[in-house]
């Protein structure tokens, strides 16, 4: 995995929401590199995302944007 690809901090969910990464990881049986994250709004629970997906861009009122948006180191 290469570190470059996603720093650590906060991101906008295209649909709104925030999330703080918390790290890197790799699937136990599939070595797949995934994001660590945790909700920054209800209970705040810790969430486990490929790092294709997370990097992927999705489709939003017919234009191509990124799923998460970089905002910033964590305050």
Do not use: C
């Amino acid at each position: 995995m290469k570190k470059s690809q996603i720093s650590l901090g906060i991101y906008r969910h295209f649909k709104g929401n925030l999330y703080e990464v918390i790290g890197l990881a790799k699937h136990s049986e599939t070595l797949e590199d995934m994001v660590v994250y945790r909700a920054l709004y209800e209970e705040g629970e810790f969430w486990v995302r490929p790092l294709s997906l997370w990097l992927e861009q999705v489709e939003q009122n017919g234009e191509k944007v990124p799923r998460f948006s970089y905002i910033g180191e964590k305050r």
